[in-house]
């Protein structure tokens, strides 16, 4: 439908783009085609799949259950999708994706190898306009940022990088073709979700892996297996049921919520309810046994002590368990991570933990890493080390709004929007899984629905009323801001270096990126707004 060719080609206007062929670009344009608007997805990637398609490490799977983390729009697409197992592997997510691009006949209306790189918003005919990497321009009523949570890569910021004669990759730029690691040195930097996943099957392979941790992470066992068919066909039973619960819980997976502190309970009570919770093997099990895990530092610390002697009662050599042992953050106020082998993995005769602490850093060099201690040889580093979360995405396109001012500068103090949705001067431009909405505190296929579906309502409501634009009002913007750092204050969340506040960035601004009041609450108040006819957004 459109074409380019040669520099700034022009593509007929569409109603609306969509920018990511993600999990969340995918179903934006499915929701907006339903709604019979030209619709149009631009993919930076050579195919679709997002998240899912970029971070093909070794060992990349959802730490989410596979039953819950899928789509739930479609009750005949549950019950022909069949998962495998309990926590679904990278390619089987990418080819349940694919699944679902095929069987809603999205591919037509997506464009791959096409970075956006500037959308900029004409007021007086109150179109954006967008240009890429290959020239294309298209013209568009409403532009979707489905750019995905973590999609760009941090630069690790080691000085030396290039000169490594040896192979460099990073998690999240995983090359198609396999990567062997059979009689080399590897060296994996970074031990978040990511490295905590690559680094046990590497160490399965490897000559020698050497991990390079800044920053130990709380890993629970994730105790994957094959589903068996009576489960498989006892949850399809009752999916509907399942997907209305998902849908009205707090963070998107279904459980009893606790109803009694930590500190109300005895060591024994405590002890044998975390122990349940980690033989249960979910991410946030253990957050789920008390209610003040993520507000009360001494309940908190009951949660992390319990995993700490977990680490010691696997890893055979005490000095490399209590380096392996996370003490100066709160449990789960860093993305905990669920792994398979990973604190065993230490105790294999050719696995090393560099402590980056005691040891830093100084170079990369040609033939490997050298820390204050001396040089490691190497044939392979493996970076682990993480995105610039949430707002990177948005940030990588230059943004410019009413008034000819770009998001980088509106944002320059870090992001500021209305339900997470909508900032004030870039009218018609909404945001899937942006910052300051419930996103990445959540199961992010639940969350993503929500968004999808409450754009795609607004957007039918504004054709249906001949309203052409929708901004976000300052005054409502600036109490969206207000309100979700309120929430995030009554948390253990705020005080910590993560990804979760930008600390993770050198220069970011140091900001609680999501929503942490709960999915349930969230879409509570979008829908109320909604409802009350788009009450907090200026309309004309
Ligand atoms: O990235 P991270 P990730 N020198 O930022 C270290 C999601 N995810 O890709 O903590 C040395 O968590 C850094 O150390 P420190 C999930 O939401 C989901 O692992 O900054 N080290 C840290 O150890 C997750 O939270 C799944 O001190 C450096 C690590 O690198 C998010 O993605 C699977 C360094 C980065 O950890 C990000 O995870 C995987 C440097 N210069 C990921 N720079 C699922 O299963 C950084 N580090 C769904």
């Known amino acids: 439908m459109v074409t380019t060719s040669g520099p700034q080609a022009a593509a007929r206007p569409v109603d609306a783009v969509v920018v990511g062929a993600g999990l969340s670009g995918l179903y934006q344009l499915h929701r907006l085609r339903q709604l019979g608007l030209t619709a149009m997805v631009l993919e930076a990637g050579d195919d ?55 069987r809603f006949d999205l591919r037509g209306d997506v464009m791959l190898r096409t970075r956006v790189t500037r959308a900029v918003y004409d007021q007086d005919s109150h179109l954006w306009h967008l240009s890429t990497d290959t020239g294309l321009a298209v013209t568009a009523r409403f532009v979707i940022l489905a750019t995905g949570c973590m999609s760009v890569p941090k630069d690790p910021g080691i000085p030396g990088a290039d000169s490594f004669t040896g192979a460099v990759h990073h998690t999240a730029r995983w090359p198609r073709e396999d990567v062997s690691f059979a009689g080399k040195r590897v060296a994996v930097i970074g031990t978040g979700c990511s490295g905590v996943q690559a680094i046990p099957v590497i160490a399965d392979e490897a000559a020698s892996l050497t991990v390079f941790q800044r920053t130990p992470a709380y890993v629970l066992p994730a105790h994957n297996r094959p589903l068996r068919p009576a489960e498989i066909a006892q949850l399809k039973a009752r999916y509907p049921e399942f997907r209305r619960a998902q849908r009205l819980s707090r963070g998107g997976t279904v459980f009893e919520p606790p109803t009694r502190s930590a500190l109300e309970a005895d060591e024994t009570e405590r002890t044998a309810a975390y122990e349940a919770a980690w033989d249960e093997g979910f991410l946030n099990g253990l957050l789920r046994t008390y209610t003040d895990i993520l507000t009360d530092e001494k309940a908190n610390e009951t949660v992390a002590e319990f995993v700490r002697s977990k680490i010691r009662s696997i890893v055979d050599d005490p000095a490399t368990a209590e380096l392996l042992s996370p003490r100066t953050y709160p449990f789960a106020t860093k993305r905990p991570c669920l792994g398979t082998d990973y604190y065993a993995t230490y105790n294999l005769p050719h696995v090393s933990l560099v402590d980056l602490r005691t040891t830093p850093i100084e170079t990369i060099t040609p033939r490997g890493i050298r820390t204050s201690d001396g040089e490691h040889v190497l044939d392979m580093i493996v970076f682990a080390t993480g995105f610039d979360a949430l707002t990177g995405s948005q940030l990588s396109i230059d943004i410019v709004g009413k008034g000819g001012v770009p998001l980088r500068d509106r944002w320059a103090e870090g992001p500021r929007n209305y339900l997470g949705l909508v900032t004030a001067g870039f009218p018609n431009l909404f945001t899937v899984l942006g910052p300051l909405s419930p996103s990445v505190l959540t199961n992010i296929a639940v969350s993503l629905e929500q968004q999808v579906e409450w754009i795609t309502d607004c957007i039918a409501h504004l054709r249906r009323n001949g309203i052409t634009e929708i901004d976000a009002a300052p005054d409502a913007e600036a109490d969206w801001g207000v309100h979700v750092a309120e929430v995030a204050d009554r948390t253990l969340y705020p005080a910590v270096d993560s990804w979760y506040t930008g600390a993770n960035v050198p220069g970011k601004p140091r900001v609680f990126l999501a929503y942490a009041g709960g999915l349930d609450r969230y879409r509570e108040q979008c829908d109320t707004v909604a409802r009350n006819g788009y009450t907090g957004f200026l309309l004309s």
Do not use: K
Not at 66 to 86: G, I, K, T
């Open 48 to 102: 679709i799949g997002g998240t899912w398609y970029w971070n093909r490490y070794p060992g990349a799977r959802c730490d989410i259950e596979s039953m819950s983390y899928s789509y739930s729009f479609s009750p005949e697409l549950d019950q022909e999708w069949e998962w495998s197992e309990r926590y679904a592997s990278q390619p089987e997510i990418l080819r349940y994706i694919h699944h679902v691009a095929d």
